[in-house]
């Protein structure tokens, strides 16, 4: 018995020592750390991936005013129809008219920073240099009443704010239907 | 059985449709015989091949806000047969538009918790042992029209956000193993080198389980719209996770909580919470044939319903198919091959009275899952939670041959 569940676990160490083996086929090449950091601009919850940098909502304005608010309008509502509402909907999302925004329904800040990192403006992505997309997060946030218009973010601070839907997030349920046959 | 398209080309369209086939393929002078048939020993030989000129089904575009780049295109599934939808009609939803990639500059960055980090060309992609594999791809979004209650008018629009593909690539466990994947990984996520970089977070289990990197969509390379030239497929897993122009693969310890991982593709229930991570597409089905929008012979006579099912759990095991409006079920035939996660054809044989019918189908697939109805799926989500709607979908048929969707009461 002893020796059968011994022999067991040397089989699940060897299977995963055999996985993490030396390369099967020697395809590809080694990236470069450099090419790695060029490329990995993902950030994280805890912040990880947040380049230096910082920004408020005063120098917010003038930036979403020159760059983004062609399409999401002068105070992020958004045009019907057409371009999302970046504001509004806080505490409508358990009522029968629930609106999601950033706001309302976006659990981090982290992720407002990345997506406008990653995919705005929207026609000319990738232009902005890290302390605008700070500058353009802060108004956004100040604009749904999150943080006040001076409250500086950076790498540290920008991870610390709470958004309003942070705990509104649970797993997968399913299946979760109960089906009468 | 319905014809084809809403209305059949008359026999003038045909004369027209025929003439210009005569004249695309070089022999302007030959005239159409009166029967608007042709005959003849031209070959109409094409480097490219296209379908016949009569042919007309097309997908259904939709743009989602006014910059081109976001929207989605639906396949028409009440004019195809059996379970492969042609690349040319198969679903789109994009985010950020198509980029144009060339293929020889393309490469794919594998890093994070690895041994060793790795840059792939498509070349050496395409080296490694590769698989062929036919699963469906689907929109978390699909059908979510009728969950709001659209009552959406036919089959193109309430479900036309899936296609069945045959895939071509490399597992994604033997590339990870190529990467040395240390044991810490427990997401991986996924990027795609569009302009808004696309990137989902991948519970690593999937990533080892049945995970392709796929470079061949039905016998050829991917299109673009669907990722050349390099995607990823997660079989059974909502469309957008299927990350396209894949260039990254960030293996990590936690989940990145990306913007389509969150704002997006997250379903809010009726207590203000919202499900997160919930990637697998449950069964379902439906009824392609007759469905919304067409119309069939009316009168007493026998007509075959058709249909497609499937499920992101596994296998389809049972199509039951009702034509007195939910009272009483039947079960459907399968279409083999009945394939894990891939749309699975059914047919029913039917003879109408000729009195007004209500008919849909409910399915049930491996694990014993069975497909719910509209009540019962609002009762357990309420009516906001859109994505992964999959509830049973009732077509009428009126005694003058028009078929309709259900009104649905909210």
């Known amino acids: 018995m002893f020796r059968l569940l011994f022999s067991a676990v040397g089989l699940a160490v060897f299977a995963w020592v055999a996985f993490a083996q030396a390369p099967v086929y020697g395809l590809g090449r080694t990236a470069a750390p450099d090419?790695?950091?060029?490329?990995?601009?993902?950030?994280?919850?805890?912040?990880?991936?947040?380049?230096?940098?910082?920004?408020?909502?005063?120098?917010?304005?003038?930036?979403?005013?020159?760059?983004?608010?062609?399409?999401h309008n002068a105070k992020g509502e958004g045009r019907k129809g057409e371009y999302p509402a970046l504001v509004g909907g806080i505490g409508s999302l358990g009522t029968k008219k629930p609106v999601k925004t950033v706001g309302s329904y976006w659990p981090y800040a982290t992720t407002v920073f990345d997506h406008i990192n990653r995919a705005m403006p929207f026609n000319s992505p990738h232009i902005l240099p890290p302390n605008d997309v700070y500058s353009a997060v802060a108004y956004i946030l100040h604009l749904n009443g999150i943080i006040g218009k001076g409250d500086e973010l950076n790498e540290k601070t920008l991870p610390q704010v709470k958004m309003p839907n942070r705990d509104g997030f649970v797993p997968d349920s399913r299946p979760d239907i109960k089906v009468k046959r | 059985m319905s014809s084809p398209h809403p209305a059949k080309p008359g026999r003038r369209d045909l004369l027209v449709a025929g003439a210009t086939a005569l004249a695309a393929c070089g022999k302007p002078t030959e005239s159409a015989p009166s029967d608007g048939?042709?005959?003849?020993?031209?070959?109409?030989?094409?480097?490219?091949g296209e379908r016949s000129a009569f042919e007309k089904p097309v997908r259904a575009i939709r743009m989602l806000s006014a910059s081109s780049g976001t929207g989605s295109s639906r396949t028409p599934l009440a004019d195809l047969y059996g379970m492969v939808t042609p690349s040319s009609l198969t679903y789109e939803r994009h985010h950020a538009g198509v980029p144009t990639i060339d293929p020889s500059k393309h490469q794919l960055l594998v890093h994070g918790l690895v041994d060793r980090p790795l840059v792939f060309t498509m070349?050496?992609?395409?080296?490694?042992?590769?698989?062929?594999?036919?699963?469906?791809?689907e929109c978390g979004g699909n059908n979510l029209g009728d969950q709001r209650g659209e009552s959406t008018p036919n089959v193109q629009q309430s479900h036309g956000l899936v296609s069945g593909v045959q895939w071509t690539g490399v597992p994604l466990s033997i590339v990870l193993r190529e990467a040395g994947l240390k044991p810490a990984a427990k997401w991986m996520i996924a990027e795609g080198v569009d302009n808004c970089r696309m990137a989902r977070s991948i519970p690593i289990a999937k990533a080892l389980d049945d995970a392709l990197l796929v470079y061949g969509q039905n016998g050829e390379a991917l299109r673009p719209e669907q990722g050349y030239p390099l995607r990823l497929v997660l079989p059974g897993w909502e469309g957008n996770a299927?990350?396209?122009?894949?260039?990254?693969?960030?293996?990590?310890?936690?989940?990145?909580?990306?913007?389509k991982e969150t704002a997006y593709y997250t379903e809010l229930r009726s207590d203000g919470k919202a499900e997160i991570f919930s990637f697998a597409m449950e069964a379902r089905s439906v009824i392609t044939r007759p469905s919304g929008g067409r119309k069939i012979a009316p009168g007493p006579g026998f007509h075959q319903i058709d249909g497609l099912a499937w499920s992101g759990r596994g296998?389809?095991?049972?199509?039951?198919?009702?034509?007195?409006?939910?009272?009483?079920?039947?079960?459907?035939?399968?279409?083999?091959?009945?394939?894990?996660?891939?749309?699975?054809?059914?047919?029913?044989?039917?003879?109408?009275?000729?009195?007004?019918?209500?008919?849909?189908?409910?399915?049930?697939?491996?694990?014993?899952?069975?497909?719910?109805?509209r009540e019962e799926l609002v009762a357990a989500r309420g009516l906001f939670s859109g994505y992964h709607?999959?509830?049973?979908?009732?077509?009428?048929?009126?005694?003058?041959?028009?078929?309709?969707?259900v009104p649905i009461v909210v």
């Open chain 2, 37 to 48: 048939q042709t005959a003849g020993n031209a070959a109409n030989m094409r480097p490219y």
């Open chain 2, 242 to 259: 299927n990350v396209k122009w894949l260039g990254r693969l960030n293996l990590v310890d936690q989940p990145a909580m990306s913007s």
């Open chain 2, 389 to 405: 709607y999959n509830a049973i979908k009732p077509w009428k048929v009126l005694a003058s041959g028009e078929v309709t969707s």
């Open chain 2, 123 to 137: 070349d050496d992609i395409r080296r490694f042992p590769s698989v062929s594999r036919i699963c469906f791809l």
């Open chain 2, 315 to 373: 296998k389809i095991k049972l199509v039951e198919v009702s034509v007195d409006g939910g009272t009483t079920w039947a079960k459907a035939e399968l279409q083999e091959p009945v394939l894990d996660k891939a749309l699975t054809a059914f047919r029913f044989p039917w003879q109408w009275d000729g009195r007004e019918a209500v008919i849909q189908s409910r399915c049930m697939d491996e694990t014993g899952y069975l497909q719910p109805t």
């Open chain 1, 35 to 71: 090419e790695i950091r060029k490329a990995d601009t993902t950030v994280f919850p805890d912040g990880t991936g947040l380049p230096v940098g910082h920004g408020d909502a005063v120098l917010g304005e003038a930036i979403f005013n020159s760059r983004c608010a062609l399409c």
